[in-house]
């Protein structure tokens, strides 16, 4: 399905949103961070009761990442794998909400996991700057995982010529979910701009149906950032959308683009298009959102978020029908001259304690051996040694295609900023935005304000 080739193509469109990798980010904040859950920790299935095959070693390690539900699942099928061909024991320990501050809380307490799934590159390079992460290279070589991952999933790990990580896992997230079959009963199609998304919202919300289910609240603010992105790419050039969350040079929040996303943003809060209007958006939670399109109950007819949304669906209905009853589209576009540009996230495999354990499951997830138990659980690796074919489910497929056709690639906008920007300053903002659409000015004001100080 995927060749060699579209691989490079995808590399070449994508790369110059990674070129500023190296670029200075802020030390995470001084200020005590106050963790309200501790992580759940789920040990995986045991190793089989056998001799451990030679040189395993006998120590269990603790891997952590944020993901909870089906996502856990898939990612605990690579770490039986793993201790089935090792006999090494792994903890898997879900930090779902606010990973950055625990890993800060525990690097601080002397305890951090072995090693860490991170979605955010920003932090990671706090991480690396601070030294507290392993230099991959000092037990495997560049070829090997270049075997594995096209250069600009390898480009985002690299900080000050080191590489400290790699993307295991991706998605796009410029997939725009709707209720298929009600589409196709009410003869709606799905909107290619924001024009004709607004006309078919207001036919929708006269017909007594709500548009959409989002979830927005303090735990789940990250999903309001990742409409932003997807306005603003539709506004700006991909160097222009990089300068502005990469580095913030050379464009301002205040600049007449940005602002002309952030109103673009207040058209999918408009009264009536949300289920629980301002208040259902800033006290939900995200996997519920999910349950209010496609659950066994449904209250609207759109979803926006990531591709991951066709593993989590797992969790609330399980005998729902891909493509014929749940599809995507891609986000509407904004200004027809930047066309369809597709953003995208990424969890990065980095190691904070050395040991000849934690480099055996580094070595193992970027085998094509996990590459392919990881795809048959319809999770999205840009391991490319993947073979296609494990995959079931056609719209891991459809993502697949929607990825390496997109002209234009841009990495997740929040996660490349400073994590006081990008993880705080911006997901207040955004709230006050949906609670007062007409704020835009303000807002665009006080986000350059904070920008000014998270940058420095």
Known sequence: MLARKSWFVFAVLIVLVLIAVGCAVPAAPSAPVVVTAPPVVVTATPAPAKAAPTGAGSKSINVAATWGGAERDAFLAVIDAFTAKTGIQVNYESMRNNMGAILRTRVAGGNPPDIALEPRPGEVAEFAKAGNLVDLNTFMSQADLQKAFAQPYLDLGNIGGKQYGFIFKANSKSTFWYRAADFKANGWTLPKNLTEFTALADKMVAAGKTPMATDGSSGSAWVLSDYLENTAIRRMTAQQYNNLYLTHTGIAWTDPAPKQALTDF???????????????????TFPNMIAQVF????????????????????????????????????????DAQYGDPVMGGGDMAVMFKDSPEARQFIQYIISPEAADVYAATNTISPNKQIDTKKFTNPLALKEFQQLI???TFVFDGSDMAPSAFGGDHLFTE???LVQNPGSVDTVATELENFAKNDYK
Do not use: H, R
């Open 266 to 284: 207040t058209l999918f809060f408009k009264p009536g298009y949300q289920v629980g209007g301002t208040q259902g958006v800033l006290a939900g």
């Open 295 to 334: 659950g066994p109950s449904p209250k609207a007819e759109m979803l926006y978020e990531g591709g991951f949304v066709s593993v989590l669906v797992q969790d609330v209905n399980k005998s729902i029908k891909p493509i014929d009853e749940m599809d995507f589209g891609i986000f509407p576009e904004g």
């Open 405 to 407: 056709n997109a002209k």
């Open 430 to 432: 955004l709230q006050k």
